[in-house]
């Protein structure tokens, strides 16, 4: 069965220090993997798409990197504004049928 | 920016009687998706379309119905609410085909009492 799994659950971070989200999958027939940012009562924003291992994007502080079985989001020198839920998805099938998994709460402190 | 408009935003209702939830994008894309989201099992999609009057099921679809019979407006059905389909649903719409990003709506809270 396919699924995603993300670590930790939640993160707390002081402001300008560094850390990674994981994201382990397994999928057959992976064709894309997503991040999203989710603020609390909002839905989610599109960060990244990944389509291969060995591919990385990146977005301000952010850097997304995809192996075989996993994928990382890098969060580089957090400031309070990154404070959010980051989810991780995935595609098999059509573009927009994704399998999210339960994301991780990041709060950083000033 | 897509516009999404999702409505209502916040309902509550009992057990039994009928509810439906309006998306109604103003960017006339073609792919428009129903998630629900739950405390521990992140998103999941209920049901989505790839056009008017083209619509199929996703992976929690049970107890749920969508219409699509205008480009813009995508609704979504539940027959008689359950407790269980207490939860936030996002509308969704398939903003670059070639990345598969999808926007979201705002969500709309419904609690079924």
């Known amino acids: 069965e396919d699924q995603v799994t993300q670590s930790p659950e939640a993160l707390r971070l002081q402001e300008g220090e560094s850390s990674s989200l994981n994201c382990s999958y397994t999928?057959?027939?992976?064709?894309?993997l997503f991040w999203y940012r989710q603020d609390p009562g909002k839905g989610p924003e599109f960060l990244f798409t990944?389509?291969?291992a060995g591919e990385e994007k990146e977005k301000e502080r952010l850097k997304a990197t995809l192996t075989k079985k996993e994928s990382f989001l890098h969060i580089t020198a957090p400031k309070p504004e990154d404070s959010a839920t980051y989810l991780c998805?995935?595609?098999?099938?059509?573009?927009?049928?994704?399998?999210f998994g339960a994301g991780t709460q990041v709060v950083v402190t000033p | 920016d897509a516009g999404i408009t999702q409505s209502p935003r916040h309902k509550v209702t009992e057990t039994g009687t009928p509810v439906t939830l309006r998306c109604h994008q103003t960017?006339?894309?073609?792919?428009m998706y129903w998630y629900r989201q739950d405390p521990g099992h992140g998103l999941r999609l209920i049901h989505y379309s790839y056009g008017v009057k083209d619509t199929d099921k996703g992976e929690v679809s049970d107890g749920y119905s969508v219409s699509r019979s205008k480009t813009e407006d995508f609704l979504l059905t539940l027959e008689s609410a359950t407790s269980s389909q207490t939860s936030v649903y996002f509308c969704?719409?398939?903003?670059?085909?070639?990345?598969?990003?999808?926007?979201f709506g705002e969500g709309s809270r419904l609690t079924v009492l």
């Open positions: 990944l389509y291969s």
């Open positions: 969704a719409i398939g903003f670059r085909e070639t990345t598969g990003e999808l926007f």
């Open positions: 960017e006339n894309h073609r792919y």
């Open positions: 998805a995935f595609s098999t099938d059509s573009w927009g049928k994704l399998q």
């Open positions: 999928v057959s027939g992976l064709r894309g």
